[in-house]
C-alpha cells in the first residue's frame, strides 16, 4: 500500500494555470499505473489522466487532452499534474491515485475508471472562475 498525498490546488481565472502534485510514501519508480481524477459537486469521480511509471505513453481525457500534462518524477516519487488553459469547468476536487501493475511486455493498461485503483490522496480542490 501507497500512500498519497495532494497539493498545490487554489483559485484561479479563466486561462490561467497550476500545478499539483501528488507526493507518495513508497518507491513508485516501477510498476505503478498512477492517475488524477477529479470530482466536481454533485457529479461522479471521473478520469482526468493517467500513465505507467517505467512505460511510455500517457492517456488524457477528451475534455483536458492538450491543455493538462501528467508527469513524474521518480527521484521524488511524485506525480505531477499540470493545468493550462483552465475553464471554470475544471472546478473540481482533484484527486492522485496509484495501482501496481507489474510489467509485461507490449505495454500495461492503466485502468481509467476509479474501481481500478485501491490507493488513494485526500484531494486538493481548483476553482476556476469566469
Known amino acids: 500500500q501507497v500512500q498519497l498525498v495532494e497539493s498545490g490546488g487554489g483559485s484561479v481565472q479563466t486561462g490561467g494555470s497550476l500545478r499539483l502534485s501528488c507526493a507518495a510514501s513508497?518507491?513508485?519508480?516501477?510498476?505503478?499505473?498512477m492517475a488524477w481524477f477529479r470530482q466536481a459537486p454533485g457529479r461522479e469521480r471521473e478520469g482526468v489522466g493517467n500513465l505507467y511509471i517505467g512505460g511510455s505513453g500517457t492517456y488524457y481525457a477528451d475534455s483536458v487532452k492538450g491543455r493538462f500534462t501528467i508527469t513524474h518524477d521518480n527521484a521524488k516519487n511524485t506525480l505531477y499534474l499540470q493545468m493550462d488553459r483552465l475553464k471554470p469547468e475544471d472546478t473540481a476536487m482533484y484527486y492522485c491515485?496509484?495501482?501496481?501493475?507489474?510489467?509485461?511486455?507490449?505495454?500495461?493498461?492503466?485502468?481509467?475508471?476509479?474501481?481500478?485503483?485501491?490507493?488513494w490522496g485526500q484531494g486538493t480542490q481548483v476553482t476556476v472562475s469566469s
Open positions: 513508497s518507491d513508485i519508480s516501477g510498476n505503478y499505473c
Open positions: 491515485a496509484a495501482e501496481r501493475r507489474l510489467f509485461v511486455p507490449g505495454g500495461v493498461y492503466c485502468p481509467r475508471q476509479t474501481n481500478g485503483y485501491t490507493n
